[in-house]
C-alpha cells in the first residue's frame, strides 16, 4: 500500500467498525453511540445504534458555542429578484430556533412530516434546519415538480402541514406556486393541516382563511424553539426519487450516520477545511442540494452559498464566476450540464477573464457522468483540479471519487474516480461473476452500506429489498452500469433501468410513458432517453396511435407534451414524439426499448432472434435522422 488512500479504504472495507467509530468521534454526541454497526428488527444493517445527537445542533448551535458565531454561516445570491444576503452562525441559529417555534406553535412534534415546496430562499434552508431542530422530518419537493407529482409525495409521506412560497422565478419567468399546491392538496386523498406561505415581493397569492397561515406573521410571535434530542435511527429527511417502476421511491436519511458521512466526506473528498467557503449550485428539492447547500458545510463549519440563479443567463455565462470571485469560494459543485450550458455560451472564456477565481481550489462535478469534451475544456479554462464524482439520492454523498483532502490520485477523463471509503464496489455480469477490467457490468455495491445511506424506503421495506438487495443477493444494485481498470478506476456509463437523467435530473421513462399510453388516442408507446448535447439526455417518445383515431400528428403531439409537462412538470423537458405505425417487439408481444434506445444513440445493438419484424427498426431509424 503506497498512499494514505489505500490505507484508509482498505480499513474503511476490513476494519469497517474501527473505521467509522473514528469518523464518529470527530462529531459532537449528546451520548456516543452504544453500538457502532448492528442490524434492526428487520435484520438490516444500521449504524451507530443508541447515539443522541441533533442535527441542526451540529449545523448551528455547536459551532455558536465555539467560537464561530460571527462567521457568516450562508449568504444568499439571488440574481433573479436581485437580492443579496448574509446570515452569521448566530444569526442563522436565532432564524431557525424561531421557525422551530413556529412549527411548534402548529403543533408539530417528533416524527411528524413537513413538507417543503419552496425555490431557493433562505426560509427554505431554516425550515429544513428548524424541522431537524424539532424532530420532524421534512420531504423536499423540487419546484419543478407538477402539481400531480406533489400530490403522490403528499399521499406517501402524509405531512400534517406544507411549507411554500408564493412563487420561484426561472430566469425571467416567475412561476406562481399556490395554485401547485392548492391543486396537489385537493387531489390528494391525505390533507395535511395547514399550509405555511412564504408571500415574495414579486407575487402575492390568496390565502385560504383558517388554513393558510402568513410565514412572517406567525414569526412575529415565535417563542423560540429547543433541539430534541433524537436518536442516531431516527429519520431526519424522505426525499422522493425516480425508480424504473412505480410512483417514486421514498429514500429515508437517518440523523447518525448522515451527520458522520457528510462529515467524513468534507474532510477526505473536497479537502473542505471549517471556515472554508463551500458552494454546491444545485438545488435544496435535490439531494445534492441537502447535502452540500444545507447540511454538510454547516456541519463543517464552512460558509454555504445559496444562488437562486442559472449558470446563464442570469445575466450571463459568467454568473458562477462573479459568485465564486465575490464570496471567494474555495470548493465548487456544479453538473455537467451546467458547465456544458457556459460552454455554448463562453466557448473562448471572455466571460470567465473577467472575475478574479484564483480562491477557487477544485471543481467538483456530479448528476452525471462528465465527458471528456467538457472535462478538458474546463480544465484548460480554469487549471484547477475537476473531479469528477459519482452518487445517488440513496448514498448521499460520493460513492466513487478522487480526495481533495488527501493526496489527491490522478483524475482519469471519464473515470468518477475510486471508491469512497467503506464502498466495497463491485463490476458483475448478470451470472453474478465479477467482471475483469475493462469489461462493462452492472455497478454493485457490496453490503453492508456505510454509514448515511438510505437504511430504507419511506413505509416501504419489502420494495427496498425489491429494488435494491434481491437481484443480486448480499449486494446493493445501483441501478449503473460501468466498468473498472486495471488501476480500480471505475467508469461509470449510464443506467442499465429506465430512468435518465435530463439536465442532472433523475427521472423514470415509466412514469412517462404511463401519462403517454392515457391519451385516448394512443394504442402503444415507449419512452426512452436519448443523448442531448446539453442536457445529456432528453425524453423521446414513440407513439402508435389508434387505428381509429383522426387526431392530427400535430395535435396529438401538443397534447402529449403538454400533459407530460401538466403532470411531471418542466423539468421532464419533454419535447419529442415520433408517431410510428408499428413499435419493434419480440413475438410473445414484449416492446424492445433496448434496441429503441440504441437506435436512438446511435449505439451498436444484437438484435434478438424473438423479434416478431425485424423491418420495425427501419422506421424508427428514419424517424430519428428526421429529428
Ligand atoms: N421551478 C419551476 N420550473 C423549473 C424549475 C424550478 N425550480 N427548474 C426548471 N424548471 C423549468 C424551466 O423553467 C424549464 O421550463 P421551460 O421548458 O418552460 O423553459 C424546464 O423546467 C427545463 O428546465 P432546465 O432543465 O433547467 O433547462 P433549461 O434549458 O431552462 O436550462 C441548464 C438548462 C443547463 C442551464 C439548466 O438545466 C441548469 O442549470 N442545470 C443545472 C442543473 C443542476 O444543477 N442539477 C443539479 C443536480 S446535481
Ligand atoms: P440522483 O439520485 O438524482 O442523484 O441521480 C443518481 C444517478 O445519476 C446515478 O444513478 C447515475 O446514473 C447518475 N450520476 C450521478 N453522478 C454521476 C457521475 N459522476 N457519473 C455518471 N453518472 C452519474
Redesign the pocket.
Known amino acids: 500500500m503506497d498512499n494514505q488512500y489505500d490505507i484508509l479504504y482498505q480499513e474503511s472495507l476490513m476494519e469497517s467498525q474501527n473505521f467509522w467509530e473514528k469518523q464518529a468521534k470527530k462529531i459532537h454526541w449528546f451520548s456516543f453511540p452504544e453500538n457502532i454497526l448492528t442490524t434492526d428488527e428487520d435484520g438490516m444493517h444500521r449504524w451507530y445504534k443508541g447515539g443522541k445527537m441533533n442535527t441542526s445542533y451540529l449545523a448551528l448551535d455547536y459551532h455558536v458555542l465555539h467560537g464561530r458565531g460571527q462567521q457568516i454561516a450562508m449568504y444568499y445570491d439571488s440574481p433573479v429578484t436581485n437580492t443579496k444576503s448574509s446570515y452569521t452562525y448566530s444569526q442563522m441559529l436565532d432564524e431557525v430556533s424561531r421557525f422551530a417555534g413556529v412549527l411548534k406553535q402548529k403543533g408539530i412534534t417528533k416524527g411528524d412530516r413537513v413538507v417543503i415546496y419552496m425555490?431557493m430562499v433562505p426560509q427554505a434552508v431554516f425550515a429544513m434546519l428548524a424541522c431537524a431542530r424539532i424532530g420532524a422530518i421534512h420531504s423536499v419537493v423540487?419546484?419543478?415538480f407538477a402539481a400531480h407529482e406533489l400530490t403522490i409525495r403528499i399521499n406517501d409521506a402524509r405531512p400534517k402541514c406544507i411549507l411554500l412560497a408564493s412563487g420561484?422565478i426561472?430566469?425571467d419567468?416567475i412561476?406562481p406556486y399556490k395554485p401547485i399546491v392548492d391543486q396537489a392538496i385537493e387531489d390528494a386523498y391525505f390533507k395535511p393541516e395547514c399550509c405555511i406561505v412564504l408571500q415574495r415581493d414579486f407575487l402575492t397569492c390568496d390565502m385560504k382563511p383558517g388554513f393558510d397561515e402568513d410565514w412572517n406573521e406567525l414569526l412575529a410571535t415565535a417563542i423560540p424553539a429547543g433541539y430534541e434530542m433524537m436518536d442516531s435511527w431516527d429519520p431526519l429527511y424522505i426525499l422522493y426519487t425516480s425508480g424504473t417502476t412505480g410512483p417514486p421511491k421514498g429514500i429515508v436519511r437517518d440523523n447518525g450516520g448522515h451527520a458522520v458521512a457528510l462529515n467524513t466526506s468534507m474532510e477526505y473528498v473536497y479537502g473542505a477545511k471549517p471556515g472554508s467557503t463551500f458552494w454546491a449550485?444545485?438545488?435544496i428539492?435535490?439531494v445534492?442540494g441537502h447535502s452540500y447547500i444545507v447540511y454538510a458545510p454547516l456541519i463543517r463549519g464552512c460558509t454555504t452559498i445559496l444562488y437562486e440563479g442559472?449558470?446563464?443567463k442570469t445575466p450571463d455565462p459568467g454568473a458562477f464566476w462573479r459568485v465564486i470571485e465575490e464570496y471567494g469560494v474555495n470548493t465548487f459543485f456544479?453538473?455537467p450540464?451546467?458547465i456544458?450550458?457556459i460552454k455554448k455560451e463562453d466557448f473562448s472564456g471572455e466571460f470567465y477573464k473577467k472575475y478574479n477565481t484564483d480562491s477557487l481550489k477544485h471543481l467538483f462535478l456530479?448528476?452525471e457522468r462528465t465527458d471528456v469534451a467538457t472535462y478538458e475544456w474546463a480544465v484548460n479554462l480554469l487549471q484547477k483540479p475537476i473531479i469528477d464524482h459519482w452518487w445517488q439520492t440513496e448514498s448521499g454523498y460520493p460513492m466513487l471519487t478522487n480526495f481533495a483532502g488527501i493526496q489527491l490520485h490522478n483524475t482519469k477523463p471519464g473515470s468518477a474516480g475510486k471508491p469512497m471509503f467503506g464502498f466495497d464496489i463491485r463490476v458483475l455480469n448478470q451470472d453474478h461473476d465479477e467482471m475483469l477490467p475493462g469489461e462493462e457490468g452492472a455497478i454493485l455495491i457490496k453490503t453492508p452500506l456505510p454509514p448515511g445511506c438510505l437504511p430504507g424506503l419511506w413505509n416501504d421495506n419489502e420494495r427496498f429489498v425489491s429494488s435494491y438487495l434481491q437481484e443480486y443477493p448480499g449486494y446493493y444494485f445501483s441501478g449503473d452500469g460501468g466498468y473498472k481498470d486495471d488501476e480500480g478506476y471505475i467508469y461509470i456509463t449510464g443506467r442499465i433501468d429506465d430512468v435518465i437523467n435530463?439536465?442532472?435530473?433523475r427521472l423514470s421513462t415509466s412514469s412517462m410513458e404511463e401519462i403517454v399510453a392515457s391519451h385516448s388516442a394512443v394504442a402503444e408507446c415507449a419512452v426512452v432517453g436519448c443523448h442531448d448535447e446539453?442536457?445529456g439526455q432528453v425524453p423521446v417518445a414513440f407513439v402508435v396511435l389508434k387505428q381509429n383515431s383522426d387526431i392530427s400528428d400535430d395535435t396529438i403531439r401538443e397534447e402529449l407534451i403538454f400533459s407530460v409537462r401538466h403532470t411531471i412538470?418542466?423539468?421532464a423537458?419533454f419535447k419529442i414524439v415520433h408517431i410510428v405505425d408499428r413499435l419493434p417487439k419480440t413475438r410473445s408481444g414484449k416492446i424492445l426499448r433496448k434496441i429503441i434506445r440504441a437506435i436512438v444513440d446511435n449505439v451498436p445493438y444484437q438484435v434478438p432472434s424473438t423479434i416478431e419484424d425485424i423491418t420495425v427498426l427501419d422506421e424508427i431509424k428514419w424517424k430519428i435522422n428526421q429529428q
Request: aromatic share 6%; glycine share 20%; hydrophobic share 45%.
Open positions: 425555490p423540487f419546484g419543478g420561484g426561472e430566469i419567468k412561476i449550485a444545485s438545488d428539492g435535490w445534492v442559472k449558470p446563464i456544479t453538473a450540464t451546467a456544458r450550458a456530479a448528476g435530463v439536465a442532472g435530473h446539453l442536457k412538470g418542466a423539468v423537458s
